[in-house]
Every structure is written in structure tokens, then in C-alpha cells.
């Protein structure tokens, strides 16, 4: 039988081998290849992880042997020993999965550390101090991650000794503050779990290893994979490596490095550091540290050497990188690298300098943009026209400007942004605990931590604003206020914040849309020169058909009619057409509506001018133009109680009449789309009309037009003929323009891809409405699909995601291909799209690409990101 390893030394791995040993474990082997300075260590493997999963959350004894192997190698390299009685040995313990989760799972620093061995560390370091700051770090680590006494308890303790102290920071305490700090500390796990804090270092050891493969799902895990599209069965491996210490004192410390700025981009060191602290001191954001720059006063050769391997990971991974040090006693150590997370802007700017810089190709530059990311270039900024006066400024950790209501808990972010409020969630610091809130607000706003705080780092990484370190605010949690200067501030006034500068401002100020920067510009180019599929966009009005086009777009690819009805001007008029009572009364009210829609079709065309317009004739069912039955009901019996006159009571019974006799039980399968037209032609008729008669006004301008009319919801080839031949009829009056133009169908039922051939002999073109195809291959309702029982089908993987925002390829992908192979059998260059939601989907476009559509349609402002994922797309199929 083949023993598959479980347990790998830094010394056997590679880069290449990241779905095992996890991004932080691939890249620490990386590192010790290189020769750069990396404490050693071995990595328990992610499929360890999966094994601990799969025999009930334990620990086989092959896999604590193999780890007592490799933590043998490592005592062995070192001269030390876990638990020794002189200079003992202590390690860390560290998640690492295949896909980078910035604090998502859990760490455990100063591991072997027990009532002998931290005494042997003072002896050995001749500071009493230094080893009881490790000890009760420790005792807080690994009570809170193995034995799950929540954290504050312990920063109770140290607040009250800070206090009694008279000191702010912790690195004032003396050793027996220290000392009696970590008896306290102990005092509480037994006070909470009932047992004594664990003396023996190899049970602390496999003890934390499994709580760190049980992070793996703990609650903001999961939170962060579902939105970040992570699989769950990757697992995480655990990193097991010798500690180095950064709170040894002023020749020590600790600091984050990016090689580039992650939020502008800019070719330059950007990240911070601390003196006399710990790793986790500066990611926590638990103390304010200084920019990195700061280090070349401080200890210029440690930074020359930084400066250096910074230099050298970054040509060595081709890519920006993310690198986490400790300075020990005026040495270097490097404990992680990995490609860094970035703003959009950033990204795009780094791509770009890449390839003027012949790092990398223009293919290779457009896959290092996530797609998706390019909606984050769209944040609204501060109008520099305004009058700001702001009240406090921080950290500018991520870019944009936001408004809303000071929120003090993630809880209550998420619980007043479900109603509809915009909120800013204001804390002391983030903790991964407050994921949900930070998904929630529309910015963040911290009292404490850096740039590359937990805060900033997953605020970057979701597109918020979001000011860090702001220390002039002075923030209680219980009375709910935030004080500044001699200003109180209370929750729910409203605050603005600007990522960009670190401003904070009270109340609201005006923002405006981004516009694209050069370097987004000439990346978009590159991705035009290589995708094949075209990007059209959804526009109902000409304004948003004019952002489109800003934004790159090459046509309109649904514009969809009923949006022009609902308008406040309109509305009384289509509710006059189908409440009339004549075929008379009918044509009089489409003869008011004609005008309006002319003036629609006319700026649209005109906007779009030379590039194909696809109009949607009407899709919805009547009765969603009238009042709410229910509500009507209740009006009638107010005023029969008020004494109104009876004819109003009764022009209102006459409406709900007609609601009730237009009620349909499932109207989502009822009376709309084509099958409106059979039974009412008129509607169409006029919308036709209104067509031609602004395409006519546009050819006296010498203005060019690509018209393209489709008709929704065809199941059956002898309703497209049927239909096809009503809009002919207006059409052909028009004649004497010369006008070309395309009539085809929008196919979004199963039974039209079935018969998806007899259905092409009467269509120019075919567009896919991935919504409704969605819904009715699956037998979903969209609105109550999404709102009541999908999430339980993702969470318990039934469904790999939802299907209205990804293409299900099994089922409705299988449909997709199939319509498009039967239809092309028929006409061999019918053009094909989709203008679903699903066209701004990258994952989605890729599927369009991989089955041959000629375009993908979707919103304004989501089409770069489709410029860009066709682009992806065919440089991957192309691989």
C-alpha cells in the first residue's frame, strides 16, 4: 500500500506544491531554498487536514509521529529541545491554505513555553521580562484558540494592570507585572474550562495542531470562502516553525513589507514596523507602528537586507509580494511572502509597469487582475468642490469615500444594513470575529492599527473604504459614543470617511463617480486586442447607455422596454391602456404612450450610434403595471368608512376588478412576453412604431443605427412566426429608409433550446436570458429562491454556488450549448449571446466563451470587468 507523506520539512517542498503544504508552507520552502534567512520548521500537510476531518476530528498515530520526526529534525538543526530544561526550544503554530485568508484562522505564538521552561528562557536570555511577555502572550493564544476562553477576558486583566500600573502601553510593564499577569492568566483558563493550564509542550503541540485544522470552518472561515468563492474542501495545513523574537528589546522587532503599495501601486517599499513586539502586535492592530521607510534611520543594514530580499522574492515570483519579518536582536528573519493583495487600482497599475518593465507579458499581466476586482475602480470619491472640514484624520488603508450611520458592532451593521440603512462601522480595531460587519458597512473606521492591520487588509480586499490608526478618536463601546476633541458623537449620526486620504468628516458630503485612470485604460486596450468575445451592455435610458459606451461597451444587448413604462409619466397611461374598457379607449391611451417611447428609442439609438441596439419588446405581465390588490382593497374600505362620493369608490371597485380579473397564480409562467402580443397585438404594434419612427428622424440625421428587435419568452416556433409577422407588418411601412435590421428571440425556457432549430428558421440572432432560464430549469423562483432556502443549499453543498449569479453548467449550460448547436445546424453564422445577469460574471463568461456566443451583455458598470474576463478567458482556453 502507498503511504501518502502528511508531514513535509521546509526543506522538502517548492512553490509548485501549494495545494498540500498551503500558500504560507510552499512559500517558507521557497524561502529556505533560496537561502534566505527562514527560522526552520515542517508544515502539516492540508491533506493531514482532511484525514483529521474524515476520522472524526483526531489525530492518527502515524500523523503524531511523522510530526514527532520532523519536530526532531528540527530540535536536532537547532541544538534545542521542545520542553527542554536549558535553552528550550519554542515554536509557532500556523494555519496556511492554498488560498491566502488574512486572519481568518487561528495562530498560537511562544508554543513550550509551561511554569519550568519560561524560567529557563530568562536565564538563558538574562531577561526575566522578555520571557514572562512571551508566557502570558502564549497562555492568551492558545486559551483562547485550543481552549476557547474568549479573549477579552485576558485583556480585561491587562487593562486593570496598565491601570494599576500607571502605564498606556504593555512594553512599560516590568517582569513581575509580567509574572503576575500570566498567573492571572492561568487563574482564568482554570476559572473557565475547569482544568489547569497544560505543562506538557508535545500535548500543547498536537493540541494546537488540531485547533488550528479546526479554524478551518470555524464561522468567519466559511464566511470568507463563500464570499471569496474558496473551496471548502482545500483544508489548511498547519505550519509548525521556531520561534524568533521581536520583543527583545529596541535592537528587535517586528514589521509587515509589501514590495509595491498595495492601494496606489506605486514601484516602492510600503509597510510598517514595531520595536519590541511580535508579530501579531502589528497585524492585530493592536499598537500604531511606524512606516517602514523609518527603519533605514533605526538599523540601515537590517534594512538594506530587507531592502534586498524584498528585491530578489519579488523577481523571483514575478508578482508583488506580501512579506511578514522579525528583526532578533539586529538579525533578520523572513516568516512568510506571498503574492499580495491590492487594490484594483494598484493591480492594474503594477500589470501595467510589468510589462513596460518586461517582467511580464501582456497575456500574463491580464491574468494577474482578478476581473471581478475591476468593480472596486468604481468607488465614489469626495467631490473636490466641496467644503470639507474633517474631524479627525487616520490611516488611509482603503480607498473610496463612503456616508452612512456610526455603528459600534458588527452585529449591528449587519442588522441595519439588512433594512436598508448605510452604515460606518466604528471599533477600536477589527477583529476577523466582525467579517460579517465589515461585509455589511459601507465603510470602516478604526481607533487603532496600521495599513496592514486586519481591518485594512480584508477591506482592500472587498472594495471598502477604510480609515485605520485614527487615534484621535476616543471610542466607548457601552454608551454607544465616540468622542473627539470635546465633541461626543452618538450612534446613528452620520460620519463620512475617505479611504483615500485618511479623512473623517461629520455628516454627509457630496461624492462623485470615478472616472478611468490611463493606466485602466490601456490594460482594457490590451484585453480588446486579444478577447474574441464582444461586450454589449443592459441600458434602458440613454444615460445609462452613454456610461456604457464610456465604459467600452459595443452595443446595447438588452434594453428592456417595461423600464420606460413604470416612469411617473407614463404609468397613469399604461394603467388607462389596460384598464380600458374598448378597443377604442385601449388604442387611444398606446396612442399617449407612443411619443414617450419614441423619445426613448431615439436618445438610446442616438447614443449608441453605430453599434447594435437590441430592444426587448414588453416581457412583464399587465397586472404588474397596477396597484396592489391588497392595498386598493383597504383604500376602498377607508373611504366607504369616510363617506367619500360613490362614483370615485367606484371608479377605484372598477381597478380592483380588473386586478382581479388580470391575477394570475404563477405569473412568472403566465401571460407575458411573446404570448402578450398574441392575445393583445396592439401593445407590440405601438412599440414597433415608436422604433421606426425614431429611426426615421436619425436617418434625416445621417445618424447610423443597428436595430435589433427581439421578442421575449418564445417557446414554440409558430409563436416567434406569429409575432415576427406583427412586427413586420409596422416595419414594412418603413420600407423606403433602407434601413437594415435584425428580428430574433430571447431564449430563456428549456423547451426553446430543445427545438431550438425549428425556432432559428424565423430568428436573426438568439439571446439567452440566463435569468429566466435559470428559473425555470430549476423549477426556482428567483425572489424566493434567494432569499429563503439557497443559502442552505450552498452551505450544505448541494449547489457549489448560487446559480443566478454563475451559470449552472450541468443544467442550464447543457441547455445553452445544446440551443446553440441546434440553432447554428440551421443558420450557420446566427449570432448568439447572453444578457442575463450572468454577462458580467466572470466565471460565467468563461463558459460563453468555452461555447462559442459571439457577445455577452451586462450592466454599465460592470462592463470592464466582462472586457477583461473574455480576455482571461481566451488566453486560458488558448492554454
Not at 356 to 371: C, G, H, P, S, Y
Request: proline share 4%.
Amino acid at each position: 500500500m502507498i503511504m501518502t507523506k502528511l508531514v513535509y520539512s521546509f526543506n522538502d517542498g517548492n512553490r509548485e506544491m501549494r495545494e498540500t503544504l498551503g500558500g504560507k508552507g510552499a512559500n517558507l520552502s521557497d524561502m529556505t531554498n533560496l537561502g534566505l534567512p527562514v527560522p526552520p520548521g515542517f508544515t502539516v500537510s492540508t491533506k493531514a487536514c482532511n484525514k483529521y476531518f474524515e476520522e472524526g476530528q483526531t489525530l492518527t498515530e502515524t500523523l503524531i509521529q511523522d510530526i514527532r520526526d520532523e519536530l526532531a529534525k528540527v530540535e536536532k538543526s537547532l541544538g534545542k529541545k521542545l520542553g527542554g530544561d536549558e535553552n528550550p526550544l519554542l515554536v509557532s503554530v500556523r494555519s496556511g491554505a492554498p488560498v491566502s485568508m488574512p486572519g481568518m484562522m487561528d495562530t498560537i505564538l511562544n508554543l513550550g513555553l509551561n511554569d519550568k521552561t519560561v524560567e529557563a528562557v530568562a536565564m538563558e536570555t538574562k531577561n526575566k521580562r522578555f520571557a514572562f511577555d512571551c508566557y502570558r502572550r502564549f497562555i492568551q493564544m492558545y486559551g483562547d484558540v485550543v481552549l476557547g476562553v474568549p479573549h477579552y477576558r485576558f485583556e480585561r486583566k491587562l487593562e486593570i494592570l496598565k491601570q494599576n500600573a500607571g502605564v498606556s502601553e504593555d512594553t512599560k510593564l516590568d517582569a513581575e507585572s509580567l509574572k503576575e499577569l500570566s498567573e492571572d492568566y492561568k487563574q482564568i483558563i482554570k476559572k473557565e474550562t475547569g482544568e489547569d493550564f497544560p505543562q506538557n509542550p508535545e500535548e500543547q503541540l498536537l493540541k494546537a495542531v488540531e485547533a488550528v485544522f479546526a479554524s478551518w470552518n470555524n464561522q468567519r472561515a466559511k464566511l470568507y470562502r463563500q464570499i471569496n468563492k474558496i473551496p471548502g474542501h482545500y483544508g489548511t495545513a498547519v505550519n509548525v516553525q521556531a520561534m524568533v523574537y521581536g520583543n527583545m528589546g529596541d535592537t528587535s522587532g517586528t514589521g509587515v513589507l509589501f514590495t509595491r503599495n498595495p492601494s496606489t501601486g506605486e514601484n516602492k517599499l510600503y509597510g510598517e514596523f514595531l520595536l519590541n513586539a511580535q508579530g501579531e502586535d502589528v497585524v492585530a492592530g493592536i499598537r500604531t507602528p511606524k512606516p517602514i521607510s523609518q527603519l533605514k534611520q533605526v538599523m540601515p543594514e537590517v534594512y538594506k537586507e530587507l531592502n534586498d530580499i524584498s528585491y530578489k522574492l519579488e523577481e523571483h515570483y514575478r508578482d508583488v509580494q506580501d512579506i511578514e519579518f522579525t528583526i532578533e536582536q539586529g538579525r533578520l528573519f523572513m516568516l512568510q511572502t506571498r503574492n499580495a493583495k491590492r487594490t484594483a487600482a494598484a493591480a492594474v497599475r503594477i500589470a501595467v509597469e510589468m510589462v513596460n518593465d518586461k517582467i511580464l507579458t501582456k497575456e500574463e499581466a491580464l491574468l494577474r487582475v482578478d476581473a471581478s476586482q475591476l468593480d472596486k475602480l468604481l468607488h465614489r470619491q469626495i467631490d473636490e468642490g466641496s467644503h470639507v472640514d474633517h474631524i479627525a484624520t487616520g490611516l488611509p488603508a482603503s480607498p473610496g469615500a463612503a456616508t452612512g450611520a456610526l455603528v459600534f458592532s458588527a452585529d449591528e451593521a449587519d442588522k441595519l444594513t439588512e433594512k436598508g440603512e448605510k452604515v460606518i462601522l466604528i471599533r477600536p480595531e477589527t477583529t476577523p470575529d466582525d467579517i460579517h460587519g465589515i461585509v455589511a458597512a459601507e465603510g470602516i473606521l478604526t481607533q487603532r492599527g496600521g495599513m496592514t492591520s486586519h481591518a485594512a487588509v480584508v477591506a482592500r480586499g472587498m472594495g471598502k473604504p477604510c480609515v485605520c490608526g485614527c487615534e484621535a478618536l476616543n471610542i466607548d463601546l457601552i454608551d454607544k459614543t465616540v468622542k473627539i476633541g470635546d465633541k461626543v458623537f452618538k450612534e446613528k449620526e452620520v460620519f463620512t470617511i475617505d479611504g483615500a486620504t485618511g479623512n473623517v468628516i461629520s455628516g454627509t458630503v457630496d461624492l462623485i463617480d470615478p472616472e478611468l485612470s490611463k493606466e485602466l485604460m490601456t490594460f482594457l486596450g490590451w484585453a480588446d486586442d486579444i478577447r474574441q468575445l464582444n461586450i454589449r451592455t443592459n441600458a434602458d435610458t440613454p444615460k445609462d447607455a452613454k456610461k456604457a459606451r464610456e465604459y467600452g461597451a459595443q452595443g446595447i444587448g438588452l434594453c428592456r422596454t417595461e423600464h420606460m413604462f413604470m416612469a411617473q409619466d407614463r404609468l397613469p397611461i399604461v394603467q388607462e391602456m389596460i384598464l380600458s374598457d374598448s378597443k377604442k379607449k385601449q388604442q387611444e391611451a398606446l396612442d399617449k404612450l407612443l411619443p414617450f417611447q419614441k423619445e426613448d428609442f431615439y436618445g438610446i439609438f442616438k447614443a449608441m450610434a453605430g453599434l447594435p441596439v437590441t430592444i426587448r419588446l414588453l416581457d412583464p405581465p399587465l397586472h404588474e403595471f397596477l396597484p396592489n390588490a391588497e392595498e386598493l382593497s383597504k383604500e376602498i374600505t377607508k373611504m366607504k368608512e369616510e363617506g367619500s362620493p360613490i362614483y370615485k369608490i367606484k371608479e377605484k371597485e372598477q381597478t380592483l376588478k380588473r386586478i382581479k380579473s388580470l391575477h394570475e397564480s404563477n405569473p412568472m409562467l403566465g401571460h407575458r412576453g411573446c404570448r402578450l402580443a398574441i392575445v393583445h397585438p396592439e401593445i407590440y404594434e405601438m412599440q414597433v412604431e415608436a422604433i421606426f419612427s425614431a429611426l426615421k428622424e436619425l436617418h434625416k440625421e445621417k445618424i447610423e443605427v443597428v436595430p435589433e428587435i427581439m421578442i421575449p419568452l418564445v417557446g414554440e416556433a409558430r409563436e416567434l412566426k406569429l409575432v415576427k409577422d406583427i412586427v413586420l407588418k409596422v416595419a414594412d411601412s418603413y420600407s423606403d429608409l433602407g434601413i437594415e435590421y435584425k428580428i430574433g428571440t430571447m431564449i430563456e425556457l428549456p423547451r426553446a433550446c430543445v427545438t431550438a432549430d425549428e425556432i432559428a428558421e424565423h430568428a436573426d440572432f438568439f439571446s439567452f436570458g440566463t435569468n429566466d432560464l435559470t428559473q425555470t430549469t430549476f423549477g426556482y423562483s428567483r425572489d424566493d429562491a434567494e432569499g429563503k432556502f439557497l443559502p442552505a443549499y450552498i452551505d450544505k453543498k448541494i449547489l457549489p454556488e448560487n446559480p443566478f449569479v454563475s451559470i449552472d453548467e450541468k443544467g442550464v449550460g447543457v441547455l445553452i450549448d445544446l440551443g446553440v448547436s441546434k440553432g447554428r445546424n440551421v443558420k450557420k453564422d446566427l449570432k448568439v449571446g447572453i444578457c442575463g445577469e450572468h454577462g458580467g460574471d466572470p466565471k460565467s463568461i468563461e463558459f460563453c466563451q468555452k461555447v462559442g456566443l459571439n457577445y455577452v451583455s451586462c450592466s454599465p458598470f460592470r462592463v470592464p470587468i466582462a472586457r477583461l474576463a473574455a480576455a482571461q478567458s481566451f488566453v486560458l482556453q488558448k492554454k
